[in-house]
């Protein structure tokens, strides 16, 4: 029968190095919760912006297109004033 040797473990000392790399972890951990915590607020306030340069835009491209509709229709207007028939003249 082989013999091994005996190994000492030290319980206490094993111990103390498990709560330390537990505390490491946990300190690794909220660093990267504050890192994407902070990652996460400067995406919403880059979406807050685009939104509002987004809402800018829409609101310039309507006032043009209620501009273009007014123009055609004055000239739609003028177009039909001009077709319609001077009781005056004859009809041939």
Do not use: C, G, Y
């Not at 190095?17 to 946990?26: G, Q, S, T």
């Not at 990652?39 to 809402?55: G, N, P, W, Y």
């Not at 229709?73 to 004859?90: D, F, G, S, V």
Request: proline content about 3%.
């Amino acid at each position: 029968m082989l013999h091994r040797p005996l190994r000492r473990i030290d319980v206490a000392r094993s111990w103390q190095l498990a709560r330390e790399e537990f505390a490491r972890l946990v300190a690794e951990r909220n660093a990267m919760l504050r890192r994407h915590v902070d990652e996460l607020d400067a995406v919403r306030h880059e979406l807050h912006d685009l939104r509002s340069i987004f809402a800018d835009v829409v609101a310039t491209l309507r006032q043009q297109a209620e501009f273009d509709v007014a123009t055609l229709r004055r000239k739609l207007e003028i177009a039909l004033a001009r077709l319609e028939r001077n009781p005056t003249r004859p009809l041939q």
